[in-house]
């Protein structure tokens, strides 16, 4: 097996040229000729995750965020990201990110929040004109009060608490969503007709919101954590003897709730 190969399965699910410009998805360390015989899954490509790679024997490393975002000015061990180049170099460890690429399918991050609250009438809420594209909107099964969706969406995502703004006065049927840091598509959900938007990262101003339409922000970590699974899942569909596993340590969540 080659690295090549499980790029060819991730990129026929989520292709890289679907990626946002300010992106860096893809293969960031490695070559696509070297040689791979396990994978190890995570969220965020930490040093911690380096070395539970070296310890299992995996010699590649699948992740949703991209180890390295932009240039890098140097590489030091003082710094998470370089340490964790130094630890993937030295071990010949390939490292791949799917990063907004697999944001922008529907089977993707933000498709499997919905999926998460059994949205109907799922479609692309900021489409790219190919059928692809930022964020999801769907209708739940039956309307809800605020409260009610409040409890829906904590018990959903597992969430102890969450940020949200005033409750609508109204029930709420029509919901859009996205995955990670989703504060520019706010526009778009009030367009698509939604009562309420969850996504992550939400600043502080959004949350003075019109009347009729409420936001949610669940966390970042929160929204996207699923794809690991995702990834998981079409790697063994297609290799089902390979040697592929999930971290151990999936909260890689740098945000703590005290």
């Known amino acids: 097996m080659k690295v090549k190969d499980i790029i060819g399965v991730i990129e026929d699910f989520a292709p890289l040229g679907l990626q946002e410009k300010w992106d860096n998805s893809g293969l960031c360390i490695g070559s696509p000729e070297d040689e791979v015989s396990s994978v190890l899954l995570g969220l965020d490509c930490t040093p911690e995750l380096v070395d539970e790679a070296v310890a299992c024997g995996a010699d590649m490393i699948v992740t ?29 460890i390939s490292i791949y990110a799917a990063h907004t690429s697999a944001d922008k399918v529907l089977a993707g991050v933000s498709g499997a929040m919905a999926a998460r609250l059994g949205l109907e009438n799922v479609a692309i809420l900021d489409e790219d004109g190919e059928g692809t594209g930022l964020g999801v909107v769907g209708d739940l099964p039956q309307p809800l009060t605020a409260s009610e969706t409040v409890e829906l969406v904590k018990s959903r995502f597992g969430l102890k608490a969450m940020r949200a703004s005033r409750p609508v006065e109204g029930m709420i049927s029509r919901v859009a969503m996205c995955g990670g840091s989703g504060g520019s598509l706010i526009g778009a959900a009030k367009a698509s007709g939604a009562q309420l938007y969850i996504s992550g990262d939400i600043s502080y101003h959004n ?42 340590n999936i909260y890689s969540n740098p945000i703590f709730y005290f």
């Open 64 to 92: 949703h965020h991209p180890l390295i975002f932009s240039g890098l000015k140097k590489i030091s061990a003082e710094d998470p990201v370089g340490e964790a180049v130094i630890k993937a170099v030295r071990a010949g």
């Open 207 to 248: 949350f003075f919101t019109t009347e009729g339409f409420m936001l949610m922000d669940i966390g970042h970590y929160e929204s996207e954590i699923e794809i690991v699974d995702i990834l998981f899942s079409l790697i063994k569909k297609n290799f089902p003897t390979f040697a592929v596993r999930i971290t151990q």
